[in-house]
């Protein structure tokens, strides 16, 4: 199954673009699925189409579907979060603040992801395309699978089996709940449900990301950071649409400024996205809503082309053999050297750029290694690694 996310900044035409590329494959004979993990869901409405939380029939080879986070939530997390909501509690914890901290930040979105992996499993589409939430939310999102496993392996450090001999020693003698059996069982469901969803969307064979935009400078700064994060957690950007595009026929001096503008803008994408491929789609004098608009748009932005295609194959994170050491590179364009902190502990790279921290978990090969240099080269972070005994 083909997945493609699309996400930006919100108000840039992010879902309409979404619901137009799943238009144009299901013309092409892909069964296609298009659903929305916003939590203000307006994909229902650029279909002009009422959807629910289950996927409902568009049109021929085309299903839709508005995530129900909430619904998703009880099923992956729901007995996890009471025993943490009573551990916390029992340690004084406000009861509303304990119901708080027992679901880590993104639970809710992240439960609308998982939908992705039960689609693959029932197979039942060829194609999904993921109208995905704005830029910062996607971001966190993506990076949630890293987050929770870190988060419940600190919560839950002791075996399943240890834990099994050692409860009815060990319990009458503490204060703090300790975990029941069933829970390890949901713990190791949910991590498992995690590591199914992060494989097929760390796929660059089955998932890409693609960045919609406008030509204004609060907007191509976003997706340039947009940009940036998804290669830190290793996600391949494949194309760039650039939205709402002035036409040349639109000559009225009332938008002679705008046009002024998105020129400017217009010539710094190319440099800015190269080589990732962009398509261009103008500003229609319609509304851009229903099947027969999103088809139109569909036509505009990909022409005869099959969007489900690949656009661009380069995967951001490589391990490479360079003068006899061993070399982890990752690109992250568009920053300096300033706003990129490298640390290595056991086995585990850390990477932070600005607000965002990615925990690379290293191959067996690097063992009793040390990093020994790190430099930004040109937007790829190249970080060497040397014997520890040398």
Same mark, same amino acid.
């Given at each position: 199954?083909?997945?493609?996310?699309?996400?930006?900044?919100?108000g @840039?035409?992010?879902?309409?673009?979404?619901?137009?590329?799943?238009? &144009?494959?299901?013309?092409?004979?892909?069964?296609?699925? +298009?659903? !929305?993990?916003?939590?203000?869901?307006s994909?229902?409405?650029?279909? #002009?189409?009422?959807?629910?939380?289950?996927?409902?029939?568009?049109?021929?080879?085309?299903?839709?579907?508005? @995530?129900?986070?909430?619904?998703q939530?009880?099923s992956?997390?729901?007995?996890?979060?009471?025993?943490?909501?009573?551990?916390?509690?029992?340690?004084?914890?406000?009861d509303?603040?304990?119901?708080?901290?027992?679901?880590?930040?993104?639970m809710?979105e992240?439960? !609308?992801?998982m939908?992705?992996?039960?689609?693959?499993?029932?197979?039942?589409y060829?194609?999904?395309i993921?109208?995905c939430a704005?830029?910062?939310?996607?971001?966190?999102?993506?990076?949630?699978?890293? +987050?929770?496993r870190?988060?419940?392996?600190?919560l839950?450090?002791?075996?399943?089996?240890?834990?099994?001999?050692?409860?009815?020693?060990?319990?009458?003698?503490?204060?703090?709940?300790?975990?029941?059996?069933?829970i390890f069982?949901?713990?190791?469901?949910?991590? =498992?449900?995690?590591?199914?969803?992060?494989?097929? =969307?760390g796929?660059?064979?089955?998932?890409?990301?693609?960045?919609v =935009?406008?030509?204004?400078k609060?907007?191509?700064?976003?997706?340039?950071?947009?940009?940036?994060?998804? !290669?830190?957690?290793?996600?391949?950007?494949?194309?760039?649409? @650039?939205n709402?595009?002035?036409?040349?026929? +639109?000559?009225?001096?009332?938008?002679?400024?705008?046009?002024?503008?998105?020129d &400017?803008?217009?010539?710094?994408?190319?440099?800015?996205?190269?080589?990732?491929?962009?398509?261009?789609?103008?500003?229609?004098?319609?509304?851009?809503?229903?099947?027969?608009?999103?088809?139109?748009?569909?036509?505009?932005?990909?022409?005869?082309? #099959?969007?489900?295609?690949?656009?661009?194959?380069?995967?951001?994170?490589?391990?490479?053999?360079? #003068?006899?050491?061993?070399?982890?590179?990752?690109?992250?364009?568009?920053?300096?050297?300033?706003?990129v #902190?490298?640390?290595?502990?056991e086995?585990?790279?850390? @990477?932070?750029?600005?607000?965002?921290?990615?925990?690379?978990?290293?191959?067996?090969i690097?063992?009793?290694?040390?990093?020994?240099?790190?430099?930004?080269?040109?937007?790829?972070?190249?970080?060497?690694?040397?014997?520890?005994?040398?």
């Open positions: 199954m083909r997945v493609i996310l699309y996400t930006g900044k919100g @840039v035409g992010k879902t309409t673009v979404a619901a137009a590329t799943a238009v &144009r494959c299901a013309q092409l004979g892909q069964r296609t699925l +298009v659903i !929305s993990t916003d939590a203000a869901h994909l229902g409405d650029s279909l #002009d189409f009422p959807l629910g939380e289950d996927p409902k029939k568009v049109d021929t080879n085309l299903w839709a579907q508005e @995530v129900n986070p909430l619904h939530l009880e992956h997390w729901d007995r996890i979060r009471i025993y943490l909501s009573s551990l916390f509690s029992s340690q004084g914890v406000d509303i603040v304990a119901e708080e901290l027992a679901s880590p930040p993104g809710e992240i439960a !609308s992801l939908q992705i992996r039960q689609h693959k499993a029932e197979g039942k060829d194609t999904l993921v109208d704005p830029t910062g939310e996607t971001l966190q999102l993506l990076a949630f699978p890293d +987050v929770a870190w988060y419940l392996q600190r839950f450090p002791a075996s399943r089996a240890v834990m099994k001999v050692a409860r009815p020693v060990v319990q009458p003698f503490i204060s703090i709940p300790l975990p029941p059996d069933e069982g949901h713990i190791k469901r949910l991590l =498992l449900d995690l590591e199914g969803m992060k494989s097929i =969307l796929d660059p064979k089955t998932c890409t990301v693609r960045l =935009l406008n030509l204004e609060m907007v191509l700064k976003e997706a340039q950071r947009a940009f940036t994060y998804l !290669s830190l957690y290793d996600y391949l950007t494949d194309l760039v649409v @650039v709402r595009v002035l036409p040349p026929e +639109v000559t009225d001096t009332y938008f002679a400024s705008w046009r002024k503008i998105q &400017r803008y217009n010539e710094s994408v190319e440099s800015l996205f190269d080589p990732i491929p962009i398509r261009r789609s103008k500003l229609f004098d319609h509304e851009i809503v229903g099947l027969e608009g999103l088809r139109e748009l569909a036509g505009a932005v990909f022409g005869d082309e #099959d969007p489900s295609r690949v656009y661009y194959h380069t995967v951001p994170q490589r391990l490479r053999r360079v #003068d006899g050491h061993y070399e982890l590179q990752l690109q992250l364009p568009f920053i300096s050297k300033e706003e #902190d490298v640390r290595h502990n086995g585990e790279l850390y @990477v932070t750029v600005g607000a965002y921290k990615r925990e690379i978990s290293l191959p067996r690097l063992d009793g290694k040390q990093v020994s240099r790190a430099r930004l080269d040109g937007g790829l972070l190249r970080v060497t690694f040397t014997d520890s005994r040398q």
